[in-house]
């Protein structure tokens, strides 16, 4: 009698587990799960969203691999990672150890540069087309002509220089966001190891090489990762820069998301837009399990 008694509490204890997991489980399913199992089937039909899907093998991988468009996607969002991943890193690191140090306005000056991570990005993109005007009443132009005497540049109205006005954008866009968490990892390194060095002869340069570096090693693993993984992801600060109705400027700064939904919403084609998507996880994946291999080969050290 015991035992039964035991086994009916387990039970109801495990349906009252199940049914606090059992609302997040679903909107995963649902949101989530489903849509990823799906895009993997489509992935290999052809299917316009209206007619019956078809089966087609590799066909569509085919076909997105012999389109140019498809490849100056590839090309824009691998150039515009290698641009921005190192640069917004740059940037956060060295405004962290900045803002890290104990300066008048030292919270006033971090609100300001997490402001444009917060920001509606509607209206930022908006202010920052604003400045960056391609005619010459434009701001950022009026600086070039009149203090540095060059010509004014186009910036996202061009072919030449949209790449360039993306990258500038999502660096400021996105730098006070990752200089919150260096800052989280600065203030997590113990002041003994800096005083440690101090009376090794250790100046400022040699703290931050031998101890600031290596104890932000974690922090930095996570900080490109993260990075990573939104810049392959990039699709609203293109659209909003140089997309619209009439799409990219050329073929010049399409990306693969843009691609993906240009594909599946504006020329239905499903299984092609689903081959694409399934290029763009395997290469996050990939870039992802090379970081942290290298990352347990730094620990293994």
Known sequence: MNTISQKRRKRKQALIAYSF?????????????????????????????????????????????SDDRFMSALKNTIVYSIFTVPFTLAVALGLAIL????????????????????????????????????????????LLINVFHTEPLKWAASPNTVMLTIVLFSIWKNMGYYMVIYLAG????????????????????????????PQ???????????LTISCFKIYDIVYMLAGGSNGVVNKSAIVLVY???????????????????????????????????????????
């Open 216 to 226: 932000l090693k974690p922090t930095t693993f996570f900080v490109v990762i993260m």
């Open 259 to 301: 691609y993906i939904y240009e594909e599946a919403f504006r020329n239905w084609k499903l299984g092609q837009a689903s081959a694409a998507a399934l290029v763009l996880f395997a290469i996050v994946l990939i870039i992802t399990l090379i970081q942290f291999k290298g990352e347990k080969n730094y620990a293994n050290d």
């Open 21 to 65: 997991i059992a609302p997040n489980f679903l909107g995963f399913a649902v949101f989530t799960l489903g849509p990823i199992i799906l895009a993997f089937i489509m992935a290999f039909t052809e299917w316009d969203g209206n007619n019956p899907m078809q089966f087609i093998g590799f066909s569509n991988f085919t076909s997105i691999f």
């Open 186 to 213: 600065l203030q997590g390194i113990s002041e003994d190891l800096y005083e440690a060095a101090a009376l090794d002869g250790a100046g400022s340069f040699e703290q931050f090489r031998y101890v600031t570096l």
């Open 99 to 142: 803002l890290n140090q104990k300066i008048r306005g030292r919270t006033f000056f971090r609100t300001v540069t997490f402001f444009p991570y917060v920001a509606s990005l509607v209206a930022v993109a908006a202010v920052w087309n604003m400045l960056f005007t391609p005619s010459e009443e434009g701001l950022i132009n009026q």
